[in-house]
């Protein structure tokens, strides 16, 4: 298969969703099956299994979909799509975590809150 003259494998891409009638409907199973892509749904109820991706989704759209209108091709989208989760993760400052970006949080904590290991010579 290929996307754009690229070629992919199969079970390459996972479609994540919510347990809402359109992502449980056959035509949508039958869809991301002929395209290769693996559907997961999260637990029924489960709200915090959405809850980040929503305000994420709704970020990226704000930020870089909307804007970026009329997309001409799908790899101009991924590559939009890769340039900008580069950004999100290592240079956009979240207020909630101190006005930093999450990179650099996330080592900021791994680094306080991982005990030191014991070492011993022989």
């Known amino acids: 298969m290929t996307r754009d003259g690229y070629p992919y494998r ?20 039958e869809h991301l099956d002929r395209a290769g892509i693996a559907a997961s749904i999260g637990s029924a ?11 994420t989704i709704g970020l990226f759209k704000t930020e870089l979909i909307k804007p970026g209108r009329p997309w001409k091709k799908l790899s101009q989208v991924e590559l939009a799509t890769a340039e900008w989760i580069n950004w999100y993760c290592h240079r956009r400052l979240h207020g909630e975590i101190g006005h930093v970006p999450p990179v650099e949080y996330e080592t900021t904590y791994y680094m306080q809150n991982t005990k030191p290991q014991v070492t011993t010579t022989i």
């Open 10 to 29: 199969q079970g390459e891409l996972i479609h994540h969703s919510d347990a809402g009638s359109q992502y449980t409907a056959f035509a949508l199973a």
């Open 45 to 55: 109820g489960d709200a915090y299994d959405n809850a980040l991706m929503e305000s």
